[in-house]
C-alpha cells in the first residue's frame, strides 16, 4: 500500500479525496454504467468520470470508491442514488435548433406532407435523448409555424435524466441557449421573465412532453407510431453494435412514410431494409417506405 492511499487503495486520506480512478477501477464502473444505461465511456474520459464521481461522493461524505460502488449497486436502497449519479454523468449542454440542416429537412419534410396529404391524421414527433429539452422545443416551434392551427400535433420528449427532464419541464432558458432564433421566433415563443432568461410559450409547452426513458428498455416505450424520430447526440455514447441495435429500434416506431433523423457520422453501414437514405446537405436521415 502506497503513502496516502486508504485500505481500499483509493483514498488519498491527507485531504479526503479520492484518488484518480486506477484502470481496473475505470472499467469496473464503466461496465456497470454500460450494463444498465448503454452508455460506453471511453478509456478518454477516465478523469471525466473520476471528477464525477469525487463530487458526488464528496457531498455524501464517502471516501471510497467501492463503498460508493456498493450504495449504488443495492436492489432497492441504491436506485435513488444511482438515478442522482446518471445525472451528473449524462448532463450536456445543448440549444435551440442545435444542428440546423437537420431541423431544416424536418421543415420541409413537414411541408410536404402537409401538400401530398392535407387532410392526414395527427402529427406526433419525438426527441429521443432530448436532455433539458431544447430540441423537443425546437421541433414543437417548427410544426406551430407552419400547421398552427391546422391540426393537432404532439411532441414527446424522452431522455435518462431525471434532473434534465425537470428543466425541460419547466421550461425556462438563458439567452445563451437561443443564438439561433431570431427575435420573431423569441417574441412568438418565449416571455422574459427575468433579466436574459426566457419562459416557452404555454401554446408550446402544452403541445410538449417529457418522460425519463432508458434506451436500454425502449421496447417498453408507450408510444404509438411517429411521423417524426430526432435522436442526434445520443448514439455517439453507444458502442457501436449498440448504435445499430437502437437503430432499428426506432425504425419500428416510425409511420409509413415516417422520418428518423440521427446525428451525422453517430452510426455507420447501417441499412435498414424498411427504410430509405433521405439525400439532404449536411444530414443523416432515413424514411420509412410506404409500400
Not at 417574441?187 to 422574459?192: I, L, N, V
Amino acid at each position: 500500500m502506497h503513502a496516502g492511499e486508504g485500505l481500499d487503495g483509493m483514498t488519498d486520506c491527507r485531504g479526503g479525496t479520492p484518488a484518480e480512478l486506477t484502470d481496473a477501477q475505470f472499467r469496473r464502473w464503466a461496465e456497470l454504467v454500460e450494463c444498465r444505461t448503454g452508455i460506453r465511456l471511453a478509456h478518454s474520459r477516465k478523469t471525466f468520470l473520476t471528477s464525477t464521481l469525487r463530487g458526488r461522493m464528496r457531498e455524501l461524505g464517502h471516501r471510497s470508491y467501492s463503498d460508493y460502488y456498493h450504495l449504488v449497486t443495492q436492489p432497492v436502497s441504491g436506485a435513488a442514488e444511482w438515478a442522482i449519479f446518471v445525472d451528473r454523468l449524462t448532463i450536456h449542454e445543448t440549444c435551440f435548433f442545435r444542428h440546423s440542416p437537420s431541423f431544416e429537412l424536418v421543415r420541409q419534410f413537414l411541408v410536404e406532407r402537409a401538400t401530398s396529404a392535407p387532410g392526414a391524421s395527427d402529427l406526433h414527433l419525438w426527441s429521443v435523448g432530448c436532455a433539458t429539452g431544447e430540441e423537443a422545443y425546437s421541433l414543437a416551434m417548427l410544426v406551430d409555424e407552419l400547421e398552427h392551427p391546422t391540426r393537432y400535433y404532439g411532441v414527446t420528449g424522452t431522455d435518462i435524466s431525471t434532473t434534465c427532464l425537470g428543466i425541460a419541464r419547466r421550461g425556462i432558458y438563458s439567452r445563451d441557449r437561443m443564438t439561433n432564433l431570431n427575435g420573431v421566433q423569441i417574441a412568438e415563443h418565449f416571455t422574459e421573465v427575468e433579466r436574459s432568461r426566457y419562459l416557452v410559450s404555454e401554446r408550446l409547452r402544452k403541445r410538449v412532453c417529457f418522460a425519463r426513458m432508458n434506451v436500454q428498455d425502449i421496447e417498453k416505450a408507450p408510444l404509438g407510431q411517429m411521423d417524426v424520430i430526432f435522436c442526434q447526440n445520443l448514439l455517439i455514447y453507444l458502442e457501436k453494435s449498440a448504435r445499430k441495435r437502437l437503430a432499428d429500434r426506432l425504425q419500428g416506431f416510425l409511420k409509413a412514410g415516417g422520418l428518423l433523423v440521427l446525428g451525422v457520422g453517430e452510426v455507420l453501414d447501417w441499412c435498414p431494409t424498411a427504410l430509405r437514405r433521405v439525400s439532404f446537405p449536411g444530414t443523416l436521415a432515413f424514411q420509412r417506405v410506404t409500400g
